[in-house]
C-alpha cells in the first residue's frame, strides 16, 4: 500500500515562511490540500508524477511552491508570505497509475491516497 507521511507543520508569523514535506512510499501525481476547521477540504497545489507540470490554486499561486525529488519520495511544499487564511490543516494526496488533465487534479476524488495531515497556523 501507499503511504503518505507529512511533515514541517507548525506557527508562523504572518508574512513568514514554513516548508511542508511529504514522504510517500513511490512516485505519484500528488496534491496538497487543507481543511480548516467548519470548512471543506480546499484544493492547493499538485506537481505530475515526473514534475514536469504544476497547477495552483489562485489563492496561492506566486506564494506558494510545490516539488518533488522523486529519489527520495519526497514532494514539499513551499510556502512564503504566509496570511492568517492560511491556517489549515494540511494534507498530502497521491494519484495512481492513469493520468489526468492536471487542472482535473484540483478534486479530492481525483487521489487515492492520503496522509493523516499536519497542522499550520498563521499568527497576524
Known amino acids: 500500500q501507499v503511504q503518505l507521511v507529512e511533515s514541517g507543520g507548525g506557527l508562523v508569523q504572518a508574512g513568514g515562511s514554513l516548508n511542508l514535506s511529504c514522504a510517500a512510499s513511490t512516485n505519484f501525481a500528488m496534491g496538497w490540500f487543507r481543511q480548516a476547521p467548519g470548512k471543506e477540504r480546499e484544493f492547493v497545489a499538485t506537481i505530475s508524477r515526473d514534475g514536469s507540470s504544476t497547477y495552483y490554486a489562485a489563492s496561492v499561486k506566486g506564494r506558494f511552491t510545490i516539488s518533488r525529488d522523486n529519489a527520495k519520495y519526497t514532494v514539499v511544499l513551499q510556502m512564503n508570505s504566509l496570511k492568517p487564511e492560511d491556517t489549515a490543516v494540511y494534507y498530502c494526496?497521491?494519484?495512481?497509475?492513469?493520468?489526468?488533465?492536471?487542472?482535473?487534479?484540483?478534486?479530492?476524488?481525483?487521489?487515492?491516497?492520503w496522509g493523516q495531515g499536519t497542522q499550520v497556523t498563521v499568527s497576524s
Open positions: 494526496a497521491a494519484r495512481s497509475s492513469v493520468r489526468k488533465p492536471i487542472v482535473t487534479m484540483t478534486s479530492p476524488a481525483n487521489y487515492n491516497y
